[in-house]
């Protein structure tokens, strides 16, 4: 065991599969020799040798179209997105291409590809380097999408990514790469040393993919997050004072439904919560499924709290992030009720 | 200063239906008169080579030149049998379309010198990433036309279990990448595919293939930046047929330079050639496939040719162009030029090659007859619950519950 954080969790991941499995290719912008911006790559090339881990053009259609025929011969190719912002130019190749190779050969070509991009607001990006795009990925047929909340759960993901025989896109919320960070922006953040999650295996561990994991046990209502939104969900939850359970759904597609119904079954009121915008945000999806259900049993609308359908405001970054003074009032609108 | 007012320009092809064909502005340098340099020639040393344009056979049907690849006459032969298997195929398969025997079909008339001596020019095990006009290569390689034919009719047969548009081949078994509806894709595919093939210091090459109209695709630049980056052993043909849809070449940028010469700006190779000369086309093709074997990278081959058919079954090219044009196309027909030559050597006749159209006739006959005992449009291909099959390897449990609706009928 070591103390990661997950900039650190995810580098140990592609370092591990890098180790166990020559197939494994790693490669986008500035991710060779300087070892990614956001540093997630450091030090790999150096162990792997430039054929492994290697820059690539900025073109990311292009990353996504090599990537696709490396797979189809056999390769296992973890690319890089620098930010998910710039995930659109390879829509196509995932959409279209990706997606879709097993099904329209009848299983005659394959590519087992994983995409890692760091995703989310909170850090002074601006429009261009704050959006979380899952939905736009979600809605695809034949792609898995996958979202961590903390470095166990990154790494143990990210090896169940690279394995996985389809597509995984794999977001990365940028503000947790260092620490919990639970919404309160006026606060110092604590690293994750201190966080019981940062103990990582220093070797090979999976993380199931389509597997929730019930974060806080409550009896009151359900609060449905991912990614950054955990700790922010877990925050408004000890400071509503409302005994309700936190699930990190970890994994969109799949999705875990039953321990969603589990849920909300038995605390018969729910609040979804997610940094992207809202209208067919991940959590419309979310909300139906609790409705198709759940129906029955639950004793308050369900509550939505989500970015604003703006794009993300330079300076107004706190206003839109949906924070844990918002979510507790959403809580709290759901006992009301 | 000159404040005079700006035009916009809308290039407009010479010739439109009601007026005569007008190839008169074509430059077509006499066969042999391009240049062969050393399969290992530096690229700076070879940029004249985007502007010229290879050919080895003359107007007399003679080979000339240093790029005639001295094939032997029965090579040639059977170039002729596959380019003639085509061409029935496509006759064929069009007529089934007429009577709803699928819904959709696309000729390669006119082209296929490009898909059959390609396939020649590459070794079996090389990989190939199509368009959906190079079903010669799957002829060429010797698949079967009546598993084509099954696709094609989407019956209990067809490999693709009705899943994908009739054309849309995919048949790993001889190299042939699934085909895309969405232009270009298989450009930047095949050159990983070709990058892979290095990595693992493998020895085999890949090749795709797009049309004049999808080099305006940004997939396009990026499997020349690629490939020139990554020095990727792939071939990458541009199929120029002066049509894409309704548009003319010049709407993808080809009024004021060539297609080969887009290589230039990437440090590629780029070479021109006769599409409807087979033994240009050979030719250039092997030069590329040395080099790639070699080390030495990516080459891009504008392939220069004529779309002489409907763009498909949906299309009818008297509403944009004179319907003779492909009659006056001046670099004719591949399989008449090649026949012509063949005779010319003394190595063919007329009575032999009308008695070899005619078992190609038969041969597509009879596949026919099999393919359509399997079925036709309309027959199911499989039962319809298939269809949530390879979306993912394993079955996750959402698409189990929407497979038990669908058999419950909600
Ligand atoms: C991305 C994309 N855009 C548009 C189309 C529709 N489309 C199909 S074929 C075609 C023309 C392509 O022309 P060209 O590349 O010259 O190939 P050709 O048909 O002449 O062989 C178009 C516009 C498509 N299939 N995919
Ligand atoms: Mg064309």
Redesign the pocket.
């Known amino acids: 065991m070591a103390r990661m954080n997950m900039v650190q969790a995810l580098n140990s991941a592609m370092d591990v599969m890098l180790a166990r499995r020559p197939e494994v290719v790693v490669f986008g912008e500035d991710v060779g020799y300087f070892g990614g911006v956001f540093r997630c790559t450091a030090n790999l090339q150096k162990r792997y040798g430039r054929t492994r881990v290697f820059d690539a053009p900025i073109a990311e259609g292009g990353i996504l179209g090599t990537a696709l025929g490396m797979g189809v011969y056999g390769l296992r190719p973890v690319v890089e997105i620098q930010f998910a912002d710039y995930i659109y130019p390879a829509y ?1 190749q995932l959409v279209s291409e990706a997606a879709r190779l097993r099904h329209r050969s009848a299983g005659g070509f394959t590519a087992p590809i994983t995409v890692r991009t760091p995703c989310g607001g909170g850090i002074f990006g601006g429009q261009t380097h704050s959006q979380s795009p899952e939905a736009v990925f979600t809605h695809v047929c034949g792609l898995k999408t996958v979202i961590p909340s903390n470095p166990y759960d990154a790494k143990g993901l990210l090896i169940s990514a690279i394995e996985d025989d389809d597509p995984v896109i794999f977001f990365e919320p940028k503000r947790i790469y260092n620490g919990p960070f639970d919404g309160h922006h006026d606060r110092p953040l604590t690293p994750w040393a201190k966080h019981e999650l940062s103990e990582v295996p220093e070797d090979y561990y999976t993380v199931p993919l389509g597997k929730a994991k019930v974060v806080r046990p409550g009896r009151d209502a359900t609060v449905l997050a991912y990614g950054t939104m955990v700790h922010v969900s877990l925050a408004a939850v000890a400071e509503s004072g409302v005994d309700a359970e936190v699930i990190d759904l970890r994994s969109l597609v799949p999705l875990d439904e039953e321990t969603i119904a589990e849920s909300v079954n038995r605390t018969g009121r729910c609040v979804i919560v997610h940094e992207a915008t809202r209208t067919s945000g991940f959590g419309a999806e979310l909300s139906a499924v609790v409705q198709e259900n759940c129906f029955w049993r639950l004793e308050a609308p369900v509550e939505r709290v989500t970015g604003w359908d703006t794009p993300y405001p330079h300076a107004f970054e706190w206003d839109y992030f949906p924070g844990p003074a918002r979510v507790a009032r959403a809580l709290k609108k759901v006992m009301e009720a | 200063m000159n404040k005079s007012p700006l035009q916009l320009h809308i290039p407009e092809p010479k010739a439109r239906p009601g007026t005569p064909a007008d190839f008169s502005g074509l430059r077509i340098p006499a066969a042999g008169a391009t240049r062969r340099p050393p399969a290992d020639a530096n690229e700076s040393e070879m940029r004249d080579m985007p502007y010229g344009l290879i050919r080895v056979l003359d107007e007399q049907g003679r080979a000339v030149g240093d790029w005639n690849p001295q094939l032997p006459p029965e090579r040639l032969r059977e170039g002729l049998r596959h380019m003639l298997l085509t061409r029935a195929f496509d006759e064929r398969m069009v007529k089934q379309q007429r009577v709803g025997k699928t819904s959709f079909y696309i000729k390669c008339t006119g082209e296929e010198a490009v898909a059959v001596a390609q396939a020649y020019a590459l070794e079996p095990s090389d990989m190939l990433f199509p ?3 190079q079903q010669g290569l799957l002829i060429a390689r010797g698949w079967s036309m009546v598993d084509m034919m099954c696709q094609v009719f989407n019956n209990t047969k067809d490999r693709l279990k009705g899943r994908q548009l009739p054309i849309m081949y995919s048949v790993p078994e001889v190299g042939f990448f699934s085909i895309s ?4 894709t298989q450009f930047p595919q095949a050159v990983g595919w070709a990058m892979a093939s290095a990595y693992k210091n493998d020895t085999r090459i890949a090749a795709a293939w ?6 305006a ?1 940004a997939d396009f630049h990026h499997a020349l930046v690629f490939a020139t980056v990554y020095c990727a052993p792939v071939i990458l043909n541009v ?1 120029n ?1 002066q ?3 309704s548009t003319f ?1 010049g709407i ?1 940028g080809g009024e004021h330079t060539t297609f080969a010469a887009r290589a230039i700006g990437y440090g590629l190779p780029g070479l021109r050639v006769d599409g409807n000369d087979f033994l240009a086309v050979y030719a250039a093709t092997r030069w590329a496939a040395e080099r790639a074997r070699r080390n030495l990278g990516a080459t891009l081959i504008e392939l220069y040719t004529y ?1 002489a058919a409907a ?1 498909s079954t949906s299309d009818d090219p008297t509403a944009y162009r004179p319907d003779d044009e492909w009659k006056k196309w001046p670099l004719g027909d591949p399989i008449e030029r090649l026949k012509k030559h063949l005779i010319g050597i003394g190595e063919w006749s007329e009575p032999r090659h009308a008695a070899l159209a005619q078992e190609a006739e038969e041969q597509v006959k009879a596949a026919l007859k099999e393919a359509e005992s399997y079925g036709t449009l309309g027959t199911p291909p499989d039962r319809p619950e298939s269809m949530f099959d390879d979306v993912f390897k394993e079955l996750p449990p959402h698409l189990q519950r929407q497979r038990a609706r669908m058999r419950e009928g909600n």
């Open positions: 196509d | 368009a959906y006009r509806g969405n232009l270009a797009v049309g004049d109209g999808t080099t695709e199929v047929n049509w894409a849809i070449q993808a779309r763009h």
